[in-house]
Each structure stands twice: as C-alpha cells, then as structure tokens.
C-alpha cells in the first residue's frame, strides 16, 4: 500500500500576508502512494498548504522538494499535480467528456487517444453514459465524479482534493469517501485530501495531518491521532473526549499516574516519551473516550481501570449509541464527563438523577501535556 | 382579501379595509400597464398604422395602402443606403469590440480599487451631452483638425487629410468612438463573473495562459461579447444625429432619410413605413443575439 518512499517533501515551508502568518514553518513529507489527510477548523492553514503545493500561492518561505528537488520555479501548469477543487470548477461551456479530456487536449494528446482515456476515465467514476451532459445537467455527486475523472485522467504524480465533499449531503458524503478511498487503491496515486471533518479524515486516510493556528500539532495514523493524541487540541477536535486535568505523578515507560480532581487516574503512555519522561508535577490531562467508559458494576475498580462516582444529569438517545453526561463528584466541585452505551430498543437502565459508578480501563487512558 | 365577517370600518363614509384592499391593486396594475402602452405601445401602434397612409402633394390620404413599402423595394435610392447604413453598423460593432474586448480585459485584471475608479472613468462620456461630444470629435478629425495637425507637424503628410471628414469614414470612426462604453461594459461584466477558479482548474490541467484564454475565458465572455455588440449596432443603426453632423454629403444613412421624411419632405407616411423597416432591422439583430446568448442557459 503505502512504501517509504518520500514523494513530496516541505521543509520549513511558510506563508504570511503582510505581518500575518496563516502558516508557521511547517515540515510534512508525503509518501509516495498513501492517501493522506490534512485537517483542522477554518483558518488552521490547511488550504494554504495545498495550495501552495498546486502553485497557486507562493510560500514566503521554505522549498516544496518533489523527488528530492525543489519546484519554486515550476509554474502552476507544469506542475505534475492535479486538484479537485471545493467547487469542482467544472468548464460550464463543455460537456463531460470535454472536460475530462482538457488536460490531455491541451498537451495535444491525439484526438483519438484523448477519446480513449476519456472512455476508460468515466468508466472508472461510472459516469459512461453522460459523457454529452453539461455540468449543469448533473447532480453534485456527478459533478464530483467529473472533477476526479478530470483530475486523474493526466497520471498526475499527486492528487490535491480541497474539501470536495463539503457541498454534498451526509449520505452521499459516505458514499464519495470510499468511492474515493476505492478509486485511491486502484490507480495507486498518492492522494493529499484536505479537509475540516475529523470523521471523514479516519474514513479515508492512511494518515492523518493535524493542524491548527498554521502548526502541524500530529501526524499519524487513523488510529494513533484518535487514541494517542499529543496535545490538548486533537484531544478535544476528535469527537466528544473527555478530558481531566492534573499534575503527573509517578510512572514507567507502560503507565503513569496523574493526580486529579478525581483521584488518581492511572493512564497508558507506550510510544509516547514525551509523556513519559515529563517530569513529575507538570500539568496534564487524562483522556478518555466516551465509549471506552463502563457503567461500573459497584462501587470500586477492578485492577488496571479507574473509576469515579456522580449522578446522571443528562440521558440522551443518538441512534446506535445513548449518551449519558454524569456529574462526577471530585474535590473541586463536579467534574461532567460523557458516557456511550449501546442503545438497546427497551431504553438504557440509567435516568437522570441517578447515581452511578463508572468505570474505564488505564489501557484506553492516555495523557497528553497541559 | 377582507374576511366577509367583520365590522367595517369607514370614515366619512368611505370603507377603510375594502377601499384599500381594491383601490391600490387597481392603481398599481393601472400604473404598470398603463404607463408602458400608452406610451410605448400606442405609439408604436401609431406609426405602424400611419406607415400605411400616403401621400400625394401636400395632403395625406388616410386610406390603407402598401404603397410606401412597395416604393422602398422598388425605387433604386433607399435600398442601396439601407444597406450600406447596415454594413456600416456592423462595422462599427466590430470595431467598438475589437477596441472595447482589450479594454474590458485589461479592466478586469486590475484589482480592487483602480478597477472601479477606471470603469467610472469609462463612463463619464456617457454623462456628456452626445452633441457635445460630436463636435470635440468633429474638432479631432476635422481639416484643421487635431489629428491633420498632427500628421503635419510630424511631417507625414504634406497637405490637411480630408478622408476622415464628412464622408462615412467620419460616421465610421465617430460612431465607434462615441459607442466603445456600451461594448466594454458587458464585455467586462462577463469577463467578470467567470469565476476564478476555472482559471485555475486550467492552468492545474496543463493549460498555458493563451490555451486558457483561447479555451476557457473567451468562450465564456463570448454571451457577454454578442451582447455587447448587438447594443453598438442597434445604437448605431438608429442614430441620425452623427451622420447628419460628421457625415457631410456622400455620408447618407438611412437615419438620416428618415429624418428628412419628416423633417424636409414632410411624408410622415413614407418615415413611419422606413421606421417599421428599421425597427423590423433591430428586432431581428436582437433575436439573433438571443440565439446565440440564450445557448447559455444550458449551462448556466
């Protein structure tokens, strides 16, 4: 899937509009072949990178290396790049095929060969049979399917995709992202996906780039930004984490304590160093995800899993899952914290106003620095 | 409207609720049609009628007649000045949007403020008085014109042109001069609202900026262009007022023959017959216009 090949690499790369910077020195290399993902809100900079790699922006400072060489002076035209743009900026003066077919028509790629790979592009994003529309005449997952078509169809070395699956409803949203995903795998290129929605970010990419305030706070996978995240910001950006914050206390390269409002919270830190070698009395948080919490069955914690004690104050259903908020009883007043339980069709056994017990493995407990 | 239930109101003995409720859609309908048909399409309808009356000495006959359309087909003057007063228009249609494209290009491309600041620039002319500007331009191209002097002093003529002066050169050039406003606003407002991001879906495919030019922007100005030249011609085939005042005698339109049906030859009849001929001339130029603009409702 992915080898250790460095495809494109930015090294100190920034942009400031006059005293402002939207973009800190950044450094991210992007493997040849994987589908990788920037995220963050609006304003974290995201675009300006991918932008900057199309050649729309020039950075103000740093080198963009592409095989190891720097392509500053690479206009946007022959930059071996293609993008999917937000709006999917469609040519509303040609039909389909002609706008699948510009990038090789403009490198005066024979009439028939350009025919031929419009063919086979369309039949890749199963658009064959509306070749002759005009943009206007198709729906907004079409339209989608054209501009990747259009992207693809020049063998570009990098594919720049800029949120285009914003403008589309839920459904089809799911839809686009493992058509996309399929599509990646099957043409092998290297896929730079930006956007702001963290659960498209782990349907879809094989890492995932973090960022906020112009800085890449983590780069990993899926997995490692969801449950290892590095800084209080990924903490709070991939869905409804709990968070308490402490003072670290004692621990090993496994596990280490931290002293909070509600106890000590015994917490996992492997492949995390700069947590574990932190010194004892610096501020932290314990992360938590909701679903890894369990109502406990009494009062007390099994080995390896920490608990803590409150009352329910709020109960609500969400589908596959009911969401509980409880008021845990700490030393500084109630501290809320979310629970997910699978929803069952005769309701949950908990209401508001109850008291409950929870409870949640050190295992699925991580820190990351205040 | 009003429920039927209730007590009306009246003042002084008219009702409050229904007298609104009756009288205002009644005005408001009144003013929206009235005011177009009495005084746009009644007089339309007028000279219609009138181009069918004719007259013979000095009395005009009220008798309704083919006579004056058929003196227009038959009689070898109004033909061939009809004629070259269209060649003419196009002409300077031509000319005004190969002057007003490069214009309004240019105008596009700069940012922000200076954009505007120049447009308006553009248009003050159009706040001019046109007579005005007849006789600045007549004062250009004139014998002791700007331009002659120019060419004089600079020593590459010898003695005063007289080809751009009262001939349909001078119709020409005034025309294309005086008109250049209407054909780049249009242009611009196209090039204006070709979003900028399919400038940049083509320069990322590959396009260099003149397959960019030639593929994307020119196309999509292209509604904006037609229109823009429809307006120069329609504008220009219904002036007499230039021709009459730069055109001296060889620059004969057919503007001007009608303003002598009414003015010098006082056959109301025979102008309002080549008026409806004029008129049939613009209607048909915007129609065409339409055709070709309206294809982009496909796309749009």
Known sequence: MTGE?????????????????????????????????????????????????????????????????????????????????QDYALFPHMDVAAN??????????????????????????????????????????????????RAIICEPRLILLDEPLAALDV??????????????????????????????????????????????????????????????????????????????????????????????????????????????????????????????PSAGAPAGENSATGSVADVSFAGATTVAVVNLEGNAGPLAARVKIASRVDGVAIAPGDRLTIAWPALECRLVLA | MSSGSGVNRRIAGLPLDRARARLWPAALGLTAYGLPITFILLPLAAFLTYSFFYVTGATTHYDLTLLNYRRFFTDTIFLPVFWRTCVLCLEVAV??????????????????????ALLMLLLVPLLMSYIIKIYAIRSILG??????????????????????????????????????????????????????????????????????????????????TIAAATFVFVLAIGDFLTPQMVGGQSGFTFGRI?????????????????????????????VIAARFTGRGREFR
């Open chain 1, 100 to 149: 699948v077919g510009y990038g090789l028509m403009v490198r005066r790629v024979a009439r028939q060969e350009v025919a031929r790979r419009v063919r086979q592009a369309l039949d890749l994003v199963q658009l064959g049979p509306l070749a002759s529309r005009y943009p206007a005449q198709l729906s907004g997952g079409q339209r989608q399917r054209v501009a990747l078509a």
């Open chain 1, 171 to 296: 459904e089809l949203r799911k839809q686009m992202q493992l058509f996309l995903k399929d599509i990646q795998r099957e043409i092998k290129t290297t896929f730079l996906f930006v956007t702001h929605d963290q659960e498209e970010a782990i349907a879809m990419a094989d890492r995932i780039c973090v960022m906020n305030t112009g800085r890449i706070l983590q780069l990993g996978t899926p997995r490692e930004v969801y449950y290892r995240p590095q800084s209080e910001f990924v903490a709070r950006f991939f869905g409804d984490n709990n968070l308490v914050e402490g003072i670290l206390g004692p621990g090993d390269a496994r596990q280490r304590r931290i002293e909070t409002p509600l106890g000590s919270i015994l917490c996992a830190v492997d492949g995390q160093a700069e947590v574990a070698d932190a010194p004892s009395g610096a501020r932290a948080f314990a992360v938590f995800r909701p679903e890894s919490v369990m109502p406990a």
């Open chain 2, 143 to 224: 014998g002791t014109g700007f331009l002659n002097r120019a060419l004089l002093d600079v020593g590459i003529i010898d003695e005063p042109l007289t080809i751009f002066v009262y001939n349909l050169n001078a119709v020409l050039l005034t025309l294309t001069a005086l008109l250049i406003p209407f054909a780049v606003l249009p242009i611009f407002l196209s090039l204006e609202r070709i979003p900028r991001s399919l400038l940049e879906a083509s320069a990322d495919l590959g396009a260099s900026d003149l397959q960019t030019f030639a593929r994307v922007i020119l196309p999509l100005s292209l509604p904006g």
């Open chain 1, 5 to 85: 090949k460095i495809l494109l690499e930015l090294r100190a790369v920034g942009k400031s509009f006059g005293p402002t910077a939207v973009l800190e020195k950044i450094d991210l290399a992007v493997r040849d072949g994987e589908f990788i993902t920037i995220l963050g809100p609006s304003g974290s900079g995201k675009t300006t990178i991918l932008r900057m790699i199309g050649g729309f922006i020039q950075p103000s400072s740093g080198e963009i290396r592409l095989d190891g060489r720097d392509i500053a002076g690479l206009p946007i035209n022959r930059r071996p790049f293609n993008t999917v743009f």
């Open chain 2, 95 to 116: 000319l005004a949007i190969g002057f007003g494209y490069p214009v309004a290009f240019f105008l596009a491309g700069l940012s922000g403020r200076k954009k505007y």
């Open chain 2, 258 to 286: 009608i303003y002598s049906q009414f003015g010098s030859a006082f056959n109301w009849p025979f102008g309002a017959a080549l008026s409806v001929i004029l008129a049939a001339v613009v209607i048909l130029a915007i």
